[in-house]
C-alpha cells in the first residue's frame, strides 16, 4: 500500500499572528512557520503503518511556494521516503488544492491519504472532505483510530456526542484528529538522510487543474478586544457579583 | 434567494444548533426549506414544521439515514442544489464534515464556520483561532456554508406552520459500514447551548477530581467542559473540548478553573458572556479575558464556591 500525506506549511501555532493594518490579511514577514500541527500527526499515522507492515511507501505532498519544499523535508525527516511539490504562488482555496490532490493521489496511485482535519491558519476543516467526494472514496473525517483489516480500514472517529466506529473500504481518505497519535520529532541523522531524499517538483498546470479563486477576501479585521476585569479574593465576593454585578447566576 | 438549511438531530429530537442555523439563513433573507435525512425521524419532521420561518421541511425518512453518514447525506443535498443559492448547516462535527464534502461534489467552494452574514453573497468568518475576522464574497452560483451557532440566536421553535414533503433517498454508499458509536451519557445540559459551563484544565491533576467541578455545575445548572490538556491527559472525553479545534461555546457564564489560557482554548469559549478564571497564578493570561479573576488554588477555590452557592 502506498500512503499520500498531504502537509501544509502554516504560521507556528505558538506566534501571536497579527492583522496587518492595510486589513489584505496578517502579518507573514519574517514569522516563523511550520508544519500544520494535524499534519505532523497525519505524518506519524503514516509512518506507524509503514512500520507496521501495511505500507511500503509514504510519500508526502504540499501546494503553495517554494518555502513549502521545506515543510516536505520536514516530512522527508521524520521519515517518509519521498515528496511531490506543487508548485504555485497563487492563492489557494479548499477545492482548488484537493483537485490537485486528487491527481497526484490518481497519479502516485495512493491506496490511503491521510490529511490533517483542519489547517490551523485558514481554519478551513475541508480539504480532505472534498477529496473524498472528487475521488469518491470513502471519508474518515476526525478520526482519533485507524486499523488497516482484511476489508479495509476500522476507524474511530470524534463526533460531538462522543466517539464513531465505521469500517471503511480501501482505498480511502481519513482526516486526523488531536488524538490519533503523538508525532515524533525527527533525529538529526534523519535530518541529514532527508536531504538526500527525492522531491518531484510539479505545477498545477501539469495536473491538469483549474485553481481560479472562488471567494474575494474583502478584508481582514482585528477581532473586539477583551479587556481583563477585576480580581476577587473570596467565595462570597465572587458570588455576589456574579449575581448582583453580572446577574448570571 | 431560496436556502436550504440541513437539520441536525438524533432521530427523536432536533437538536438546537438547527435553530441557530435557520436565524443565519434568515439574515440571507428568502425562502427557506429544511432537510430533515433520518430514519424513523417523524418526531423530527414534526418539530421541523413548527421552527418559525420555515417554509417546507423536505424528510427522507429511510433506513439509509439510520446514522449519519456524510456520503449518503451528500448526495442527497446534490440532488437537490439545482433548486437552492444557498445550503447551509451548523458548524459542528456533523456539519463540517457534510457540508464541504457536499461542496466538492456541486463543484462549490465552501465556506466555514460563519459567524456574520454580511449580504447574500458576502460572510465573515474568524480565521487563525479567531485571532482575525475574514469578510469573504463568494462568487460560486450556490453559497454552501456551515455556521457558528454561538452567533446566532435560536429561531423561534413553536410558531411555525411548514408544509411537509416526504422525499426519497439517493442511495447508499456501499463503501462505509457503521460499526456504533460510544457517546457521553449526561442529564447536564448540552456543552454548545448551556447556558453556564465550568471548564476544567490540566490543573485539576486528574479524573476524579472532576467530580468537584460537576457538583459545582450542578448547583449552578450548566454543563462541564475542559481544556485540550485535561483530555488529552485522560481526565475527561473527547468530546469535553473547547476550543480552536474542539467545540465553541458563547454562554452567559463560564467558568475557566486550572485553565491557563492559551490562545486555542480562547478560541473557543471568548464570546462567553461574563468569563471567571480560578488560578493559582497570577500570571495566566487567562486573567487578561476575564471579567473577574481569582488568585487561588482551585483546591480551596472550589469547595468554598461550592459552600456559598450551598
Ligand atoms: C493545533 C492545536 C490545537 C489546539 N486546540 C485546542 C483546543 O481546541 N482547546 C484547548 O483547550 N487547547 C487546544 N490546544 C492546546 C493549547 O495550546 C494548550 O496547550 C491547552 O489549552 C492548555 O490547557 P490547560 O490550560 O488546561 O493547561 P496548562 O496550560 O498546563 O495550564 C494549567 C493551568 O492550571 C493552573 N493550575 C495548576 N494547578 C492549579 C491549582 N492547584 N489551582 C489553580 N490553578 C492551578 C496553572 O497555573 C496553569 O495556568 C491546541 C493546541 C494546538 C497546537
Ligand atoms: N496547500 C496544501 N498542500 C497540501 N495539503 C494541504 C494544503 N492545504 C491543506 N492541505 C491538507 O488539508 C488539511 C486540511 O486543511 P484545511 O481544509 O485548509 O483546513 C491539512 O491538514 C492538509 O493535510
Known amino acids: 500500500m502506498k500512503i499520500l500525506v498531504p502537509v501544509k506549511r502554516v504560521i507556528d501555532a505558538n506566534i501571536r499572528v497579527r492583522v496587518k493594518s492595510d486589513q489584505t490579511g496578517v502579518e507573514t514577514a519574517n514569522v516563523k512557520m511550520a508544519m500544520n500541527p494535524f499534519c505532523e500527526i497525519a505524518v506519524e499515522e503514516a509512518l506507524r503503518m509503514k512500520e507496521a507492515g501495511h505500507a511500503e511507501e509514504v510519500i508526502i505532498v504540499s501546494a503553495g511556494p517554494e518555502k513549502c519544499q521545506e515543510t516536505i523535508r520536514t516530512g522527508l525527516a521524520m521519515g517518509a521516503d519521498r515528496g511531490v511539490f506543487v508548485n504555485t504562488e497563487a492563492t489557494l482555496e479548499p477545492l482548488a488544492i484537493a483537485k490537485m490532490l486528487q491527481a497526484v493521489a490518481d497519479k502516485e496511485g495512493a491506496e490511503l491519504v491521510i490529511l490533517g482535519k483542519q489547517s490551523i491558519d485558514d481554519d478551513n476543516n475541508q480539504t480532505g472532505q472534498m477529496l473524498a467526494a472528487l475521488m469518491q472514496r470513502p471519508l474518515g473525517s476526525y478520526i482519533s483510530k485507524i486499523e488497516k483489516n482484511d476489508g479495509g480500514f476500522a476507524i474511530t472517529r470524534e463526533i460531538d456526542a462522543g466517539l464513531e466506529k465505521l469500517q471503511i473500504t480501501c482505498p480511502a481518505v481519513v482526516t486526523t484528529d488531536l488524538r490519533l497519535n503523538e508525532p515524533r520529532y525527527a533525529s538529526l541523522p534523519n535530518i541529514m538522510k532527508a536531504k538526500k531524499k527525492p522531491i518531484e517538483i510539479l505545477t498545477p498546470e501539469e495536473l491538469g487543474v483549474d485553481i481560479s479563486n472562488r471567494m474575494e477576501v474583502v478584508q481582514v479585521t482585528e477581532p473586539p478586544a477583551r479587556d481583563a476585569g477585576v480580581m476577587v479574593s473570596s467565595a462570597a465576593e465572587l458570588v455576589e457579583k456574579l449575581k448582583n454585578e453580572a446577574k448570571v447566576i | ?310
Open chain 2, 1 to 310: 434567494m431560496s436556502i436550504l438549511v440541513i437539520a441536525e438531530h438524533d432521530k427523536s429530537v432536533l437538536l438546537p444548533a438547527t435553530l441557530n442555523t435557520v436565524t443565519a439563513a434568515a439574515q440571507v433573507g428568502g425562502d427557506i426549506d429544511l432537510l430533515v435525512a433520518g430514519h424513523d425521524c417523524g418526531a423530527v419532521a414534526d418539530a421541523a414544521a413548527k421552527i418559525a420561518g420555515v417554509n417546507k421541511v423536505l424528510v427522507c425518512d429511510s433506513s439509509t439515514h439510520a446514522s449519519d453518514i456524510t456520503e449518503n447525506v451528500a448526495v442527497l443535498i446534490q440532488a437537490r442544489s439545482a433548486d437552492y443559492s444557498h445550503v447551509m448547516a451548523p458548524a459542528t462535527t456533523f456539519g463540517k464534515a457534510l457540508i464541504p464534502y457536499a461542496a466538492a461534489l456541486c463543484d462549490v467552494q465552501a465556506i466555514s464556520d460563519v459567524s456574520e452574514i454580511v449580504d447574500a453573497d458576502t460572510f465573515v468568518r474568524p480565521i487563525y483561532a479567531g485571532n482575525a475576522l475574514a469578510t469573504v464574497r463568494s462568487s460560486d452560483s450556490i453559497k454552501m456554508l456551515t455556521v457558528r451557532t454561538t452567533a446566532f440566536e435560536l429561531a423561534d421553535a413553536d410558531t411555525g406552520s411548514a408544509s411537509v414533503e416526504t422525499i426519497d433517498d439517493a442511495g447508499a454508499n456501499e463503501s462505509i459500514e457503521f460499526i456504533g458509536q460510544m457517546l457521553s451519557e449526561s442529564e447536564r445540559p448540552e456543552l454548545t447551548s448551556a447556558k453556564i459551563v465550568v471548564s476544567g484544565g490540566r490543573g485539576m491533576q486528574n479524573g476524579e477530581n472532576f467530580a468537584m467541578l460537576e457538583k459545582l455545575a450542578d448547583q449552578l445548572g450548566g454543563a462541564v467542559g475542559a481544556s485540550r490538556a485535561a483530555v488529552d491527559a485522560g481526565f475527561v472525553p473527547n468530546d469535553y473540548q473547547v476550543g480552536q479545534t474542539g467545540k465553541v461555546v458563547a454562554p452567559d457564564l463560564y467558568l475557566a478553573v486550572g485553565i491557563s489560557g492559551a490562545i486555542q482554548h480562547l478560541a473557543g469559549m471568548k464570546d462567553s458572556k461574563v468569563i471567571v478564571a480560578i488560578n493559582n497564578d497570577e500570571e495566566a493570561p487567562i486573567f487578561q479575558v476575564s471579567d473577574y479573576g481569582w488568585n487561588e488554588d482551585l483546591f480551596t477555590a472550589v469547595p468554598a464556591l461550592q459552600e456559598e452557592l450551598g
